[in-house]
């Protein structure tokens, strides 16, 4: 099913077990919900609940990092690099960045990048220069750049006025072996929506039965990686939830997803918010999916007449 038919199907079923009145416009672009005298629009599937200089802020991920860092709020480093072509008084910046000039893994990504698009993977000194090169050329006017931190899991959490509604658990896309296909069969075959498998694997190579193989690097729905429910036994729920909550308010947000790592080190680390909230794949990927977006809907609906 398409994205946009799940979240137009999650929205209307929403809207007739509250009795909301609907009406859909613009090839369904414009969706407006009418309550009573009450009178909301639902853009692109987006409510819209945020202030424009909070949205503004979670858009500029650098920006970001310098306030969650300010309230001591714990989140994965960031470096920060201008296209001197646009900006020239900012090559000294560009020349103190000390994760570009080290032969250390990095992942390099346009400072407005979602859903793992602009994001790249280096090592070597000059692949990440050449990364750098490329973005630019391509009209972003800024990057951040990131030391690679390994992670063990990802964690997402959906934050609504200053409350955590839903936390679930990502995991890297992967394929299991059956002694016949070779991986690049077997992706073909198991992973809908992996864009870049892992650099250094080897395509042609046939994995053992019941052999698991990691296949990408990056947690993204949208690239390939799995959605896990969980609940609050999970080991790491509450600190999760509550980091969430904190990076939402310090950021004056009323509505985000908060994405939080574990990493191999037990680390527990911020790696980015997002004010523009899709949870179509989501929804798509999970046992039940329709009617847990229905519920995270339902509230966000009720929150949406609120305010």
Not at 17 to 25: A, M
Not at 54 to 82: C, R, S, W
Not at 171 to 186: A, H, N
């Amino acid at each position: 099913m398409r994205e946009d038919n799940i979240m137009r199907r999650i929205i209307e079923g929403v809207c007739e077990e509250k009795g909301i009145e609907r009406t859909n416009l613009s090839y369904d672009w414009i969706i407006l919900l009418k309550k009573g005298e009450q009178e909301k629009k639902i853009v692109n599937y987006r409510f819209h609940l945020n202030e424009t200089r909070a949205a503004e802020l979670t858009n500029d991920k650098y920006a970001t990092y310098v306030l969650l860092n300010y309230y001591g709020i714990p989140m994965i480093q960031h470096e920060v690099l201008f296209n001197e072509e646009m900006m020239p008084d900012c090559a000294q910046v560009n020349a103190d960045c000390e994760i570009l000039k080290n032969n250390e893994k990095a992942v390099i990504k346009a400072n407005d990048s979602s859903q793992g698009k602009d994001v790249y993977l280096c090592e070597q000194e000059d692949q990440k220069l050449q990364i750098v090169k490329q973005l630019f050329a391509e009209g972003k006017d800024m990057l951040t750049v990131c030391p690679f931190v390994e992670i063990e899991y990802e964690y997402r959490a959906i934050f609504l006025y200053g409350e955590i509604i839903y936390v679930y658990k990502k995991q890297k896309p992967f394929v299991v072996g059956d002694g016949k296909l070779s991986l690049k069969e077997l992706i073909e075959r198991d992973i809908v929506y992996l864009t870049e498998p892992i650099q250094d694997l080897d395509l042609n190579k046939v994995p053992p039965k019941n052999e698991k193989v990691i296949v990408g690097w990056k947690h993204n729905l949208s690239n390939g990686a799995l959605p896990i429910l969980i609940d609050e036994t999970d080991l790491y729920y509450e600190t999760v939830k509550n980091m969430a909550e904190k990076a939402g308010k310090a950021l004056d947000l009323n509505y985000a997803t908060v994405d939080i790592v574990v990493t191999k080190k037990q680390e527990i680390l911020v790696m980015e918010v997002n004010s523009n909230v899709c949870i179509s794949k989501f929804c798509q990927l999970v046992p039940d999916g329709f009617e847990i977006g229905k519920k995270i809907y339902a509230k966000v609906i009720d929150k949406f007449f609120e305010n």
